[in-house]
């Protein structure tokens, strides 16, 4: 089946720093890749779609100059966590779809990044 | 507002029974259902999916039932296994004119007692 990684897996920052995250499509190519935080016990809240060669569209409060997404590539989208606060630590998980795949069905999902900020 | 509701957040099932998992959704708009698999600091797994054109989809031991009117789809898992332990996710989407995106439930943490 199609894999995602993420890395890196776990990250600890001291605030104010940034934190960049990589998302990889290891064997397809990936027009569009979302990335999702899980706060713990809920469910995983989109933050933004990343289309590969255009900006990324945001959900609703969620700060674009803040959370910097960057889909250079066909099989890479980076999100950066910028001057880093402790309410930022999340599990940060992205997701690629299969542009090869005419339907806009499943999203493969990554591994998740747990991001702690000290 | 949640548009998609999975009212129970945990279940035991005895190993070798049923495990039914319920989500209620109240977009109307929705035509595309998925349930994912989730382990802890893991990311979530595909596991079945349905369109709104049909009312059931089986995939091995995982069956997912759409009832439209209800706004309701629940996954049966039989027989349960241990290993089918871990939260289930619900999710929906609109389709391809709404942006593709998929609208999670806040999950149901399935435990399956040997």
């Known amino acids: 089946g199609a894999v995602v990684s993420q890395h890196p897996s776990r990250v600890i920052c001291k605030s104010g720093t940034s934190v960049k995250i990589e998302c990889r499509s290891l064997?397809?190519?990936?027009?569009?890749m979302f990335w999702y935080r899980q706060f713990p016990k809920q469910s995983l809240m989109l933050m933004a779609t990343s289309n590969e060669g255009s900006k990324a569209t945001y959900e609703q409060g969620v700060e674009k100059d803040k959370f910097l997404i960057n889909h250079a590539s066909l099989t890479l989208s980076t999100l950066t966590v910028t001057s880093a606060h402790p309410e930022d630590s999340s599990f940060y998980i992205c997701?690629?779809?299969?542009?090869?795949?005419?339907?806009?069905?499943?999203?493969?999902f990554g591994p998740g990044t747990r991001l702690t900020v000290t | 507002d949640q548009q998609v509701k999975q009212n129970s957040p945990s279940l035991s099932v005895q190993e070798g029974r049923i495990s039914i998992l319920n989500c209620d959704y109240t977009?109307?708009?929705?035509?595309?259902f998925l349930w994912y698999k989730k382990y802890p600091a893991e990311g979530p797994t595909f596991l079945i999916s349905i369109s709104s054109i049909k009312d059931k989809n089986e995939d091995g031991r995982f069956t997912v039932f759409l009832n439209k009117s209800a706004k309701h789809l629940s996954l049966h898992i039989v027989p349960s296994q241990p290993g089918d332990s871990a939260v289930y996710f619900c999710?929906?989407?609109?389709?391809?004119?709404?942006?593709?995106?998929?609208?999670f439930g806040p999950g149901t943490r399935l435990s399956v007692l040997p």
């Open positions: 977009n109307s708009m929705f035509d595309y």
């Open positions: 064997d397809f190519q990936a027009t569009t």
């Open positions: 999710a929906a989407s609109a389709g391809y004119n709404y942006g593709q995106n998929f609208v």
């Open positions: 997701s690629a779809r299969d542009s090869s795949r005419g339907a806009f069905y499943e999203q493969y």
